[in-house]
């Protein structure tokens, strides 16, 4: 056995050294670390970006895929994405196995943006609120907008007709409409479902 497979991080040995309560998303020691760390306590440290970070073994390992180890067994192959956009949420059922793609189609709102709504924003040179996307790595400009509750309507119909777009759940987007425009409702948009 080499030194790399001796220091690999298993279910079995995350579960000697820590629990994790999947009602909560948080670990706790089960073990003492010399004088730092207590039996009892809980692991990690939010990073500046919202991750609970924990160190096992000299390395530090994100919770949510320490949650994924705990769990099932495996570090998932591709991304974990908090599913309410909370990357300190570490419960289990706020947490899913997803593609880049889908973990960046589910980002929540940037602090930095001034409309209300993910993908629109202010183009000052023609004073009008612009609709945008990203699919796969490409931009997709989505069209130039006096109110920016229809440049809002505009992405959020692009969408729910794209198909390429089926992993977000839309919730953050929906929501800051349904709070601009408080009688929308999926009918506005042809959907069915």
Known sequence: MSLRERRMLTQKRL??????????????WIVSRGTR????????????????IIG??????????????YMEGY??????DHKKGVL????????????HLCNMQNQ????SNTSGFTGVSWYSRNGMWVARS???GEKVHLGYYVDKLDA????????????QWTCNIRSNLVKAIKTAWPEFNNKCLGETK
């Open 37 to 52: 760390v207590k039996v009892g306590e809980v692991a990690g440290y939010t990073s500046p970006e919202g991750y609970v």
């Open 75 to 80: 570090f998932p192959e591709h991304d974990v």
């Open 134 to 136: 990203t699919l796969r």
């Open 56 to 69: 096992v073994r000299g390395k530090q390992y994100k919770a949510h895929r320490l949650a994924f180890l």
């Open 108 to 111: 929540a709102i940037y602090s």
């Open 15 to 28: 579960k000697e050294l820590l629990h994790y309560d999947p009602d909560t998303g948080i670990f706790t």
């Open 152 to 163: 809002a309507l505009a992405k959020l119909t692009w969408e729910v007709n794209c198909e």
């Open 88 to 99: 300190h949420d570490n419960r289990w059922n706020s947490i899913r196995h997803s593609t």
